[in-house]
Structure formats: structure tokens, C-alpha cells
């Protein structure tokens, strides 16, 4: 398996909803990555986790909270979003974590909408 | 910012011709790694080139790096319709303790049949 699958595909949610995205991989990579992507603008860099321990927190709103339960796993809860946070969050993963020079899987990401 | 800067923002060129895109750097980097993307999709990662390389090949790909310019290109040959997307540069820095892939703001590539 040499995927990252990210769930679900399209989410639609009104600022009071809580919600999650999930994003999972079978490569056995140690380090895990959210971005957020709006319209017509690169990824920027959200969370890092390496051995699902949080490494960076590039000074992400605390209305998102990431959390890693396992090697496999790692999911971004949603709370009291505004609608400027509507994007394309993509989460990726990586063999190493460091300066191994390593390319990144990238998930096919959540297509979010804040109404 | 390590953000990268290529160049240019969009390029439209014919089915068989070649394409070239820029990216440029602001500081000192381990690597640089260039990504595609299609429309509102994920990234696909390209090709990764080290500090210490100069030139990488990888199919039709051929990547250059010039660390004195702070910049590298990527040269599509015999581009295809299906070559229609998003291309990205990223660096990874080469200070501080964490590690960062840091993206350039894209050129669009339309490859027209």
C-alpha cells in the first residue's frame, strides 16, 4: 500500500459543528503532515508529527486540534470554524523526519466548506 | 520566508514542445523536491534533488539545482496533454532543528493537444 487515504472527500459544516478529518497510511512512515490549501495558493504547512509526537505547530488557530492515536493514523478535529477556513486540507506522510531527504505522500485531501 | 518563487506563474505551450519552470530560494536548503498537482487534488512528489547535486533525470523530468543562484529549474520534454497541472517547488531548510518542506507559490502548465 502505497497510499495516504484521507476522509472523507468533501465536508460541508456550519460554524458551531464540531467535525474531523481523518487521514491514514500503511507505509510505515513516522512522520505525518496537515496542510491547508486555499484556491490558487501553495500547501502551507499546518502540523508535524513524528512518532506521533506533535514536533511543529506552524502557530495553527487552537479551533483546530490535531491528534495522532497511532503509527497508521492522524486526524485534524474541527471546532467553531469560520468560514475563512474553508480550503483543501491535505495531509501527507514522510519515510524519516529530518534532513534524509525525503519526498512527501500526499493524501488527495478534504475539500472543506464553512457556512 | 523559505518560501520558493517560481517562474513563471503560468505557461501554455503545444503538445511535444518542452516546458520549463523556475524556482527560486531565500536561503540555505538540505533539498529541494518539486510536486504536481491536478486541479483541487493531491500533490504527487516529482523528483527531490540534494544540496550537493547539480543535475537529477527522471523520465522526461530533468531537474537542475544551482545553490550559488538559490534557484533550480524543472524541464518537462515532450510535454502531453496529461502534463496539465500545477507544478510546485519545495525546499527543505537547513537550519534550526525542525524540519520544514516549505512551498513556492506554483506555475500552472496547460498543455494544449
Known amino acids: 500500500d502505497t497510499e495516504v487515504t484521507q476522509t472523507p472527500k468533501h465536508l460541508v459544516m456550519g460554524m458551531t459543528n464540531k467535525k474531523s478529518l481523518k487521514c491514514e497510511q500503511h507505509m510505515g512512515h513516522r512522520a505525518m503532515y496537515w496542510y491547508k490549501q486555499k484556491a490558487k495558493k501553495p500547501p502551507e504547512l499546518m502540523f508535524v508529527y513524528s512518532y506521533e509526537k506533535l514536533s511543529i505547530n506552524e502557530s495553527v488557530p487552537s479551533r483546530f486540534s490535531p491528534e495522532c492515536p497511532n503509527s497508521s493514523l492522524l486526524n485534524l478535529h474541527l471546532h467553531a470554524l469560520q468560514p475563512e477556513d474553508s480550503a483543501l486540507y491535505l495531509c501527507?506522510?514522510?519515510?524519516?523526519f529530518g534532513f534524509g531527504g525525503y519526498g512527501y505522500t500526499f493524501g488527495s485531501g478534504t475539500r472543506l466548506t464553512v457556512v | 520566508s523559505q518560501q520558493g518563487e517560481e517562474d513563471p506563474q503560468a505557461l501554455s505551450i503545444q503538445e511535444g514542445e518542452n516546458a520549463t519552470m523556475n524556482c527560486s530560494y531565500k536561503t540555505s536548503i538540505n533539498n529541494l523536491q518539486w510536486y504536481r498537482q491536478n486541479s483541487g487534488r493531491g500533490l504527487v512528489h516529482l523528483i527531490l534533488?540534494?544540496?550537493?547535486?547539480r543535475e537529477k533525470h527522471s523520465g522526461r523530468l530533468r531537474v537542475t539545482l544551482d545553490t550559488s543562484k538559490k534557484s533550480s529549474s524543472l524541464l518537462i520534454t515532450a510535454s502531453r496533454a496529461a502534463d496539465t497541472a500545477s507544478y510546485f517547488c519545495?525546499?527543505?531548510?537547513?537550519?534550526?532543528?525542525?524540519?520544514?518542506?516549505?512551498f513556492g507559490k506554483g506555475t500552472l502548465l496547460t498543455v494544449n493537444p
Open positions: 519545495a525546499n527543505v531548510n537547513s537550519g534550526g532543528s525542525n524540519y520544514k518542506l516549505t
Open positions: 534533488i540534494r544540496s550537493n547535486e
Open positions: 501527507a506522510s514522510s519515510q524519516g
